[in-house]
């Protein structure tokens, strides 16, 4: 055997922790739970309909009398907190979103039946006009201009309706100035104390959105693009003052939206503000990786574990994913993180 000479190889040889499984496992980082994942929900009109996506392979829109399957499903996989999100009848779709102010409208019934079978699963709901307004914008539009001030009045009585159909945490995703500070000061108004605010503080103009925008039947009618409202993918600083802000203006907790293609801000965000930051692994990522996975390019169940592994590791706490319940299994099935 050769005799190495001192300082010529390193003592420190960073394959030994490595080696076996039981090392690997001792010396792991970041763990990934049930717990950290919420499921977001396409509801849409009818009765028994479980309509399949076709830019989101494995994702249906279901009427709200089959809410109970899935968020049964997701209860028993132990996933903490579902989000709702509608697809409007376009007849009922109006400059003025108007739809959005209905307290019995497709997501004030979803909330209602899922609060009354589900009681301890946690319900969240966007504030945003874009599923009720026909410019498929997230905000009025008047002359080519999305009017701030006003559509804020209208989040304020939508979270309002929202949170009296027993919604606990609204999740302000439409990127107005202020909404956070009066959506908090309409709740405290109206004995809504408890209801929490996650705002889709760091929300980025991004392409990323798509399948959802087919999902919830706004792309088509979306005039433009979002670029006056969300943020622009090219900036960071601006992000951090964005969160300072909403977190000045009562945000209980905020989120990095899309997820994998800005993973430094939600690294950025947590280490600055410790605050709980969620990451929301979008309709575009979804897509992205189960087209790829459909195609045999890619291992599904190693796939799915790493990109959601990912958010931990930047310092997500929660992962908003269309994965959340197929995850949760092969955790369950693997006893912990397979990789
Ligand atoms: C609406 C909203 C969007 C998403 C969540 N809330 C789309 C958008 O801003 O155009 C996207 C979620 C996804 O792509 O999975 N304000």
Request: charged letters at 25%; proline letters at 6%; one cysteine or more.
């Amino acid at each position: 055997m050769k005799t190495l000479i001192p300082g010529e190889f390193p003592t420190t040889r960073m394959r030994r922790n490595r080696l076996h499984d039981w090392t690997r496992r001792i010396v792991a980082e970041n763990d990934l739970t049930s717990n950290d994942f919420i499921l977001p929900i396409f509801v849409g009109q009818g009765k028994r309909q479980s309509d399949p996506i076709p830019s989101m392979p494995g994702v249906n829109r279901i009427s709200v009398d089959l809410l109970d399957n899935v968020v049964g499903e997701a209860q028993d996989a132990g996933i903490p907190a579902i989000v709702i999100f509608p697809e409007i009848d376009p007849g009922k779709k109006t400059p003025d979103a108007r739809e959005a102010l209905n307290p019995d409208n497709l997501v004030c019934q979803s909330i209602r039946k899922v609060a009354k079978s589900y009681p301890e699963m946690g319900i969240i709901c966007d504030a945003a006009l874009d599923p009720f307004n026909s410019d498929g914008h997230d905000g009025l539009l008047e002359d080519n201009h999305i009017l701030n001030d006003e559509t804020v009045d209208l989040l304020c009585k939508q979270s309002l309706i929202q949170a009296e159909a027993g919604c606990h945490i609204i999740a302000p995703s439409d990127m107005m100035d202020g909404r956070v500070g009066a959506i908090r000061n309409a709740l405290d108004m109206n004995d809504f104390k408890n209801v929490g605010i996650l705002s889709y503080a760091a929300k980025y103009a991004s392409a990323f959105y798509g399948p959802f925008r087919d999902a919830i039947g706004s792309k088509d009618a979306l005039k433009g693009d979002k670029k006056t409202y969300q943020i622009n993918p090219a900036n960071i600083d601006e992000t951090i003052r964005q969160v300072a802000q909403d977190i000045e203006e009562g945000a209980d907790m905020v989120m990095v939206k899309p997820g994998m293609p800005y993973l430094d801000v939600i690294s950025r965000v947590k280490l600055e503000f410790g605050l709980p930051t969620l990451a929301y692994q979008v309709s575009g990522e979804y897509a992205m990786l189960k087209g790829a996975i459909q195609n045999g390019w890619l291992d599904n169940d190693k796939t799915i574990i790493e990109s959601l592994l990912s958010f931990k590791r930047a310092g997500a706490d929660a992962i908003l994913t269309y994965m959340a319940i197929e995850a949760s299994k092969l955790l369950k099935k693997h006893g912990g993180i397979m990789l």
